[in-house]
Each structure stands twice: as C-alpha cells, then as structure tokens.
C-alpha cells in the first residue's frame, strides 16, 4: 500500500536493503535461468498503447499489495514485458547478453554513486578508467601518447570525436569564433545513423555529410573516395575528417580501414572510426585482421555493451594524441577545476560532454582483470566463426539468399519469394515480431528488403538458427500470401 514516508533512516537502512536485495536477486536469478532455457519467447511482443496503459493502471491495481509484494511484482511485471537478450533465440539488435558478473558491478555503482568529473568525487573509477583505455590505446598500436576516457554510448562518443576533428583540423576556431567556413566530412553511406547526427548536430547540415559510395558488399568503395573529397571542395567545403565504418550497422561489414586512413594521412585531415560494434576484434587474432589500417586513426571508439558482453550504456573514445582529448573542451569552471602545469588526466570534466557519469568502467576493469583478454577473443571468434557458419546454411539452401560477404557476427538474408520479395519479407519479418519464438530484426540494402540478425548471445547455437530457417518456411507453406495473416 502506498505511505508517506518520512522516515530516512529505515529507507537507508542496511537491513531494508538485504531483504529487497534478497527477493530481486531470487527474481533476476530465476529470470537468468528461465530465459537461458528459451522456454519461452525472446520477445512477448505488446502493442505501444497496449503497455502505455497497464502501467499507466499499476499503481492503482497493486497498491492493495504489501511493499514487498509490489516489489516482487514490479520486477516479475517489467522483466515479462522486456526483451530477453540472454534468450539464445534472442538474435535482433547490436546490444549485448551481459554477463552477470559484469551487471552486478554496476549495482555497485549504484549504491556507491560516484561520478568522475572531479577526481575527488570518483577516486576508484577514474583510476580504473585510466588503465582501461591505456590498455584499449596499446592494443591498437598506439604509444604512450595516447590516451581516452569511457562515455555514455556511442552517438556522443561519435560526436565528441567529430568534435575533436573540428578543432584540430578546421583552419578557423570555431569553439570560440563560431564556423564561418562550411565544412564537410567523409562517411560511407552505410555508416550509422548518429555520425549523421553528430555532423548535423555540429552545424555542417546535410550538404556537409558527403557519402562515399559503396561496393558490392556495401562498404566504402576506395576508388570513390577522391571523388566525394572533390565533391566537398566543389560545393565550398573544407574536409576535416573521414570517418570509417567497423563495421557498416546493416550488413556489419567493415570498410577498409587502410585505405580510409592512408588517404585522410595523405590529405592532413582526420581520421576517426566508429568501431562502436566492431573494435573489440582487436583482440582476436583470428579477425583483428578486420581492423588493419586502425593505427592511422586519430580517433577510436568502441561500445562496451556489444562486443565486449557488458550492461548498457558505456563507449571507450580514444585518442592517438592524448592532448587532443584534454584540449577538446577548453571551458573553465574554476570553482571544480584548478589549473595543472603536469597533465590532469584525473579530472574527468576537461574531456567529456559529461560533468557527471555512472561508475561505467567497473564491467570493463573487473572483465579485464578477472578473465583477460582471453574472453574477448573466444567471444569474438565464436560469435563471428557463428555467422559464417549460419551464412553458408542459408547459401546452400535454394529459398534463401544473402546479400553480400560476412565480416562480423550480422547476417543480412531473405527469403526467396517468388513475386512482391521485399513486401512478403516485411510481411515476413512483422508476423515472426508476434509469433515466434525469436527475435530477429530487418533492413533495407539498396532499395531491397532483408531480414536481420545479430549475433550477441554466446548461448545461440547453430541448432537455434537452423530452426529459424525451418520456422520460416513453415510458415511460408502454411499461408502464401502474407498479406492476409493477421499482422
């Protein structure tokens, strides 16, 4: 029943927060094994309306319950109407399957609260955050002046980076006279959606995002690349960066990186690349290959909640030139920063958009030092060894295609209809939304429709996305026209 409390110290109390500690743990146990057995589908798919409504009513319709009953409810309710990532039947969006250990840290987190825009306020995190991207800066090939900070995802990891370019690349200062110049970056069209952003967001506006045109697998095309850096300079712009793809969002498949650096090296101009999903094969030795040419880059980022098996939100933006992290944002707040004649690495505040952060790197230290490298690479190896094993499945069968090679753990496929192929797999993919076991995702390549699966959870087996296929065609047989299923 709801109360008005007043009481602080029993809120507070240590003995309050082992019994609620004790019943969410019960139910997150119980979900983690519930959903590991994919007994049930990944995702029970309500309408928007549908939810906006039951928990519009829950507090009138459960304040009749004790508090621990409303707490038990409450969790059993939200993780019923969630997406279960640690299903392996969960195959849809780039975000990871935590592994527990790592979301238990960030409890720890939340507890103890301590942000990192001052070093006395994070003591712990920002000495971790330290070691964390010094080791990701070694493992690029970078020297020790290099150097980075952890943010919260990759869209302002993106934008701090782009950000970056401009004020060491741009002929003009802008972050203290304002752009009087227009300015351009180079980005393959396939490159996610928030590099588009950060550069509207930064005042280019649509002209000074010039695509780079792809190739066949949908990747930054290297023989195009002198021609939308001549396009720039036809349309008045100054080009300060290029931006490559590690991989591409659609098809996960990166470009080539090697080639992007050396002609961004070749012109003076930056190099930035979004490995948000794709940078933790640096540590595989079977695949870092994917990522050659990353030692030319003057910016890295990575996201540490997909490749790297850690709970939402955290991305590690790496500078080659360390100075060019602290330079970025020359603000003053006097009253939280003091001036440093050494390098003042600990004061989070200098670096990032963000005056106040959650403890992010304690799944990043604690993976590290626990388990090593090590897990990283089985992981990568796995799951992409996975997708080209799924891949060739779907090639040897006569009634679906794919669209292109396989870099990563992304598998773009379709199904072989025979007239109206990319409304039947929409169709498709809308009556698999809420009535499959599954999750899976879609998208558009070159005007044509394709189912979309990403392969995050090291519990998906080759058997899951044979059943898939299998589920596909049966219902395929079942009702030929899509168009009349109840959708």
Not at 4 to 21: C, M
Not at 147 to 160: C, D, K, Q, R, V
Not at 211 to 218: G, W
Not at 345 to 372: D, H, Q, R, S
Request: hydrophobic fraction near 40%.
């Amino acid at each position: 029943m709801n109360t008005n409390y007043s009481d602080f110290e029993k809120l507070y109390s240590a003995k309050g927060f082992h019994e609620n500690g004790t019943l969410l743990l019960s139910e997150l146990t119980n979900y983690l094994k519930k959903t590991a057995e994919s007994t049930s589908p990944a995702l029970s798919f309500i309408e928007p309306e549908e939810m906006l409504r039951y928990w519009q009513s829950w507090n009138d319709n459960t304040r009749h319950l004790s508090e621990s009953e409303r707490i038990q409810k409450f969790c059993t309710d939200l993780l019923s109407y969630t997406n279960h990532l640690q299903n392996p039947k969960y195959i849809g969006h780039q975000v990871s399957a935590p592994l527990p250990i790592a979301s238990l840290m960030m409890l720890i987190g939340g507890i103890s609260n301590n942000g990192s825009a001052v070093y006395e306020m994070g003591m712990a995190p920002t000495a971790m955050e330290r070691v964390v991207t010094d080791k990701l800066c070694t493992k690029f090939g970078w020297d020790s002046n290099s150097g980075g900070f952890l943010t919260s995802g990759g869209t302002l990891a993106n934008l701090t980076s782009l950000l970056a370019a401009r004020k060491f690349k741009a002929t003009e200062d802008i972050w203290n006279e304002g752009m009087q110049k227009p300015l351009a970056i180079l980005v393959s069209s396939q490159a996610h959606y928030c590099v588009d952003r950060a550069a509207r967001i930064m005042g280019l506006g649509a002209d000074g995002i010039i695509s780079i045109e792809v190739n066949e697998n949908f990747c930054a095309d290297e023989s195009a690349i002198e021609k939308a850096y001549q396009s720039a300079l036809v349309k008045g712009r100054e080009v300060i960066a290029v931006v490559g793809s590690a991989p591409s969002t659609s098809t996960g498949n990166y470009d080539n990186l090697d080639a992007l650096g050396r002609f961004a090296n070749d012109k003076g101009i930056w190099f930035h690349i979004d490995a948000a999903h794709g940078g933790a094969a640096i540590f595989s030795g079977k695949y870092k290959y994917l990522l050659k040419g990353s030692e030319r880059a003057d910016s890295i980022i990575i996201d540490g909640h997909k490749m790297m098996l850690m709970p939402a939100l955290s991305t590690a933006v790496l500078f080659k030139n360390k100075n060019h992290a602290y330079e970025n944002f020359n603000q003053r707040a006097a009253y939280l920063l003091e001036d440093s004649v050494e390098e003042d690495w600990y004061n989070g505040a200098k670096k990032t958009f963000e005056c106040t952060k959650t403890m992010m790197v304690l799944p990043w230290f604690i993976l590290l030092n626990l388990y090593g490298e090590s897990l990283f690479e089985t992981y990568i190896d796995r799951q992409y060894d996975l997708a080209r094993a799924f891949a060739e499945e779907i090639n040897r069968a006569e009634d679906f295609e794919t669209p292109a090679r396989i870099d990563s753990n992304i598998v773009c496929f379709r199904y072989q209809f025979n007239e109206n192929i990319n409304a039947q797999n929409q169709q498709l993919r809308s009556y698999l939304l809420k009535h499959s076991d599954y999750y899976i995702v879609q998208t558009h390549l070159d005007g044509s429709h394709y189912l979309r699966v990403s392969l995050m959870n090291p519990l998906t087996e080759l058997n899951h996305l044979s059943q898939l296929l299998d589920e596909i065609r049966q219902v395929v047989n079942n009702q030929k026209h899509l168009s009349n299923l109840s959708l």
